[in-house]
């Protein structure tokens, strides 16, 4: 089954944003004030970055990615790099 990449509790949501600086892999998007999963395909599956950066909780991964089981990457850039 295809990987839907994290969930987002829109009720928790603030729309802060951190989750969009923290994934390198740009897996999110804010729509309307609130976080949106644009792309699943190149999410880690850990939330190794953006767990800890959403301030209220609202992402969490109900489903495990198989392969890759961490994110490597500490560059905070946004470039895509790992
Ligand atoms: S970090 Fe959390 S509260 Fe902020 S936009 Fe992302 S999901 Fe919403």
Redesign the pocket.
Known sequence: MKFKGPA?NKD?????????KACCKKV?E?IKG??EVKDAEDCCGTGEK?LP????G??SFPEKKTGKTECSCSCGSGSGCC
């Open positions: 987002i928790l949501c603030n729309g802060c944003g951190a989750c969009i999110y804010l609130k976080a953006c950066a959403c301030p209220t609202a992402i």
